[in-house]
């Protein structure tokens, strides 16, 4: 690591080339040949390419392991357009106030998910791989001023529009039903939604009805 050189510009799994800047250099000391070789790599580049379907086995992988320091969490989802490293959604078992920013920082301490730049948590009722329904709660369930959470820390060093190289801010959104002990004083509404009787007798008549 005592030998650098400028490399870059690099079209990145993010879509945009990354920025350039010094590398560690390496020296062959020995070049191998064989028949037939199988060269494991990846192309890159605006989402999603082959690489996406890594990170989403990635995120199937590390979700039991998660469970282990967050007991809370329910299910999480690293949407494609997020890069996986821009934005996690998370939904959890709320038991106390202020649990979903004790879920963000928890997050922000596991190892590579430190560098999530965006991380939303929602109720366990909330399915996190139907990112129309997140947005739904989103943008219903939060007060920006009173939701939504900054913290400064280590970022990935691809992104390109932090302060500095590997060192800038994260947002933490708290989308999850707001309580009283969390000194929310309104009725919080129930959501429009069918019981299961009735969607089953509507299903079993939707052919007679749609004549």
């Known amino acids: 690591l005592d030998e650098l050189r400028s490399e870059g510009p690099f079209g990145d ?3 945009f ?6 590398y560690p250099v390496f020296h062959l000391t020995c070049i191998t040949h064989r028949k037939d070789p199988i060269y494991a790599t990846t192309i890159v580049g605006k989402p999603p390419q082959e690489d996406a379907y890594m990170g989403k086995a990635v995120e199937r992988i590390f979700l039991p392991l998660m469970k282990l320091t967050i007991p809370e969490l329910v299910d999480i989802n690293l949407p494609v357009e997020g890069v996986f490293h821009n934005l996690m959604l998370v939904s959890i078992r709320k038991s106390y106030p202020g649990q979903a920013r004790k879920v963000m920082n928890a997050v922000w301490s596991l190892g590579q998910a430190m560098f999530t730049k965006c991380i939303i948590v929602v ?8 990112i129309a329904d997140v947005v739904l709660k989103v943008c219903n369930h939060i007060d920006p001023e009173r939701d939504i959470q900054f913290t400064l820390g280590p970022v990935d060093s ?4 932090s302060r500095l190289p590997n060192y800038g801010s994260k947002m933490g959104i708290d989308a999850t039903r707001k309580w009283a002990s969390e000194g929310f004083t309104r009725p919080w509404p129930d959501e429009i939604v069918m019981d299961a009787k009735t969607k089953a007798l509507v299903g079993s008549k939707w052919k007679a009805l749609a004549k």
């Not at 080339?17 to 010094?22: A, C, K, R, T, W």
Request: glycine letters at 4%; hydrophobic letters at 30%; a negative charge.
């Open 17 to 22: 080339y990354s920025l350039e800047d010094l």
């Open 13 to 15: 799994h993010t879509g």
């Open 123 to 130: 109720d366990e009722d909330v399915d996190v791989q139907d």
């Open 158 to 161: 691809l992104d390109h529009a």
